[in-house]
Structures are given as C-alpha cells and as structure tokens.
Nanobody, 123 residues
Framework: QVQLVESGGGLVQAGGSLRLSCAASGRPFTTYTMGWFRQAPGKEREYVAVITWTGGSTYYADSVKGRFTISRDNAKNTVYLQMNSLKPEDPAVYYC????????????????WGQGTQVTVSS
C-alpha cells in the first residue's frame, strides 16, 4: 500500500502562485510514475501533469503548459506541483496519483490516489 497526502492548496489571487506537495509513504515511492489530476465542480477529473520515477520525463496538459511545473524528490518521497500565473479556470480539487507507467496514468489506471487539496483563485 502507498498512502498519498497532499498539502499546499488554498486561496490565491489570479496571477499568483501556489506549490502543492504530495508526500508518499508505504511501498517504495521510486517505483511509481507520479502525477496530478484536478476536478472542478460539475466537471470530469482531468490530468494536469505527470513525471516518471527518475524525474527525467514530464508531460503537461496544454491548459497548464508553461505555467505549472511538476518535480519529485525521491529521497523525501515527495512530488510537487509548482503553479504560477494562476487563472480563474484553474480552481479545482487537485489530486495526487501514483501509477505504474505513463500509459497507466493517461488511461487512468491509477494504483493510489491522495485525498485531494482545494485550490481557489480569486479574480
């Protein structure tokens, strides 16, 4: 079992920044591709960003490309999502996810989910 705990959400003005963290415990963190999804009220959960276990490869949704950065620190069993230039369309519950591969991440074959952290953007 892997437990994922997100933190760092909150209220920020449009144009501001937040950094989300996802701390993992349990099975070896380094075996997993890690990613973030988000879900706004009334909308489907959508992928945001993903990073391979080495950190050598990342992928971003077009809606966040150039503004968000995903990274991981395997020594701390933590993955981060730095969110800059936040827009009114970014508010959602952000979920950390552990998958076995890129393919599994994009096909939503997620082994473990975090509980989510709320991000709110004021205009």
């Amino acid at each position: 079992q892997v437990q994922l705990v997100e933190s760092g959400g909150g209220l920020v003005q449009a144009g501001g920044s937040l950094r989300l963290s996802c701390a993992a415990s349990g099975r070896p963190f380094t075996t997993y591709t890690m990613g973030w999804f988000r879900q706004a009220p009334g909308k489907e959960r959508e992928y945001v960003a993903v990073i391979t276990w080495t950190g050598g490869s990342t992928y971003y949704a077009d809606s966040v490309k150039g503004r968000f950065t995903i990274s991981r620190d395997n020594a701390k069993n933590t993955v981060y999502l730095q969110m800059n230039s936040l827009k009114p369309e970014d508010p959602a519950v952000y979920y950390c996810a552990a998958a076995r591969s890129y393919s599994d991440y994009f096909n939503r074959r997620i082994d473990y989910w975090g509980q989510g952290t709320q991000v709110t953007v004021s205009s």
